[in-house]
């Protein structure tokens, strides 16, 4: 697909989650798409590789957040966010890409070949986020939001979503919110009096996003 195609399918794509992208933005997300497709061929920093691929599944599962933080009647303008385990910029750098200057960003990676990519994208892109490449336990932040789209456990015997949480809890001091698949255990979210934003997007995704404001 040319860029014209790609701009075409992701303002549709956009459309379904009721998300308005303007020139500027739809040029930052193909130039996104082009970097991290020729970075990713030496240094596989996605499975997935399909431009569709990319776009549904990284770009607007990461833009689902915008439409979830407008009907819990958040507005993060003005707000910090941090993205624990960033991985290749999701869901931190299209998140800023829409919003801008009115979202202070930063992005935690610790394996250092996605670091280094973050860090060109940064450049490439003009955006200003900062990303710490380090272990999320070794950084000390706070920022009104945290989140958490896919943060590995290895070698740690301790459930996925517990491990999630402790992190993100550290971090946020507003909203926590990590972003899940349709399998939800009903006694972790009592655990830690979550709830559930169900997103159901016709021909795009279904998921579900975990959040909780911090007292």
Wanted: charged share 30%; proline share 2%.
């Amino acid at each position: 697909m040319n860029g014209n195609h790609l701009k075409k399918l992701l303002e549709e794509l956009c459309t379904k989650l009721e998300i308005n992208l303007n020139e500027e933005q739809k040029n930052k997300f193909i130039l996104y798409l082009e970097t991290l497709k020729k970075w990713n061929r030496i240094h596989n920093l996605t499975a997935v590789e399909k431009d569709e691929e990319i776009i549904k599944r990284h770009f607007c599962d990461s833009l689902s957040l915008v439409k979830f933080f407008r009907e819990i009647g958040y507005n993060p303008r003005g707000k910090s966010l941090v993205d624990v385990g960033s991985g290749a910029g999701f869901p931190g750098v299209p998140l800023k890409i829409y919003y801008g200057d009115s979202l202070e960003v930063h992005l935690i990676e610790s394996v250092s070949k996605k670091c280094s990519f973050l860090s060109y994208l940064k450049t490439k892109l003009g955006l200003d986020y900062t990303v710490h490449c380090q272990m999320a336990q070794e950084v000390e932040l706070k920022c009104h939001i945290a989140v958490s789209r896919a943060l590995e456990v290895k070698g740690k015997k301790i459930h996925p979503l517990d491990y999630a949480y402790r992190l993100l809890d550290k971090f946020a001091t507003e909203l926590i919110v990590i972003m899940k698949g349709q399998k939800i255990e009903e006694s972790w979210l009592k655990k830690y009096d979550f709830k559930v934003y169900n997103l159901q997007i016709k021909d795009l995704f279904s998921s579900k996003i975990l959040f909780k404001f911090k007292n």
